[in-house]
């Protein structure tokens, strides 16, 4: 079985939807979805159930929240190294407006994470290192991510970063944020992330310029699908229409059956396919569980 490690972010998520009409001091009565997420956490997840051996190397709290996520992580089939401090384990809020997302994040207990954990939960020889993008943004995380870096290029394994949201890109800088990653990162953007990496907003345009700097990956284009490269060819995925959803983690799942299905078969477009009918069942799941 192939072996991967992930590192970065293990968060809880709230995911709530607001009326338009809620004016301040007003109560609305709605269905609230509370699960276990992290950009890291969920590409996790998910790439286990591809049936990848997956490490996760992490840090939650010493709370109930850090206790849920370990067993989130251990159920899906990880080995955990979740390293335990004293900060609340990281919790997101996610605010759905009429399709447009907004999020509120507590990094807490992710901030604890430090380059000698990494080294005492590296495994012997993994085949692939995917790192969170959240986890190239703060100070002393981004020292154990790029620690992981360093150890997968002396294990020769390939590395994935699936970008943070493009207001984060441009706070910390498109030019910093992409002087971090090594030359044959395998990257996964969404839309908005890939036109600031890229400096353009024609499509092709981005496709072509990621194309040439990262030798793998996909541009993500949420209800549009995905395009998918490799060193010898692109290829385009549509996606079902959905209704009105919070599309939170679904570039994860995306990423993570990419990685999956690209590692063991090779196959771009089996890998893109199967990437976006994850990503759409996962969404699809979600709009069922709303109530009307």
């Known amino acids: 079985m192939t072996q991967i490690v992930v ?19 007003d109560e609305s009565r709605d269905r609230i979805l509370v699960e276990p997420g992290g950009s890291a956490g969920t590409f996790a997840r998910t790439a286990a159930r591809n049936a990848l051996e997956v490490v ?3 840090a939650v709290g010493r709370d109930l929240i850090g206790d849920l996520l370990e067993r989130s992580l251990t159920d899906a089939g990880v080995a955990c190294h979740l390293c335990r401090v004293d900060l609340p384990s990281g919790v997101v809020l996610g605010l759905d407006r009429d399709g ?19 080294t005492q939960s590296w495994p ?32 020769k394994a390939s590395v994935s970063v699936d970008p943070p949201p493009a207001s984060l890109l441009r706070a910390v800088g498109v030019r910093t944020f992409a002087g971090l990653l090594p030359r044959e990162t395998w990257l996964f953007p969404n839309r908005s992330e ?8 024609n499509e092709d345009a981005v496709v072509r310029r990621l194309r040439d700097r990262f030798p793998i990956g996909a541009l993500t284009l949420g209800a549009d699908g995905a395009i998918a490269w490799d060193a010898s060819a692109h ?25 999956a299905r690209y590692l063991t078969s090779g196959r ?25």
């Open 100 to 118: 447009e997302r907004s999020m509120v994040c507590s990094r807490g207990a992710n901030d604890g994470l430090t380059e000698s954990w990494v």
């Open 56 to 58: 996760f190397i992490g």
């Open 235 to 259: 290829h385009r995925c549509t996606a079902d229409r959905l209704g009105v959803v919070n599309s939170t983690g679904a570039g994860d799942v995306y990423a993570a059956t990419f990685v």
């Open 7 to 25: 590192l970065g972010d293990l968060n809880l998520d709230i995911l709530a939807r607001v009326p338009g009409a809620l004016a301040p001091g």
């Open 194 to 201: 890939g036109e600031l990496l890229a400096g353009t907003e």
């Open 268 to 292: 771009l477009a089996q890998a893109n396919e199967a990437a976006c009918a994850a990503a759409t069942t996962m969404l699809q799941s979600r709009e069922r569980s709303q109530p009307a």
């Open 124 to 155: 012997a020889s993994p085949a692939h290192v995917h790192i969170s993008g959240y986890a190239l943004l703060s100070g002393v995380q981004r020292v154990a991510a790029l620690h992981a870096v360093e150890l997968a290029q002396q294990a």
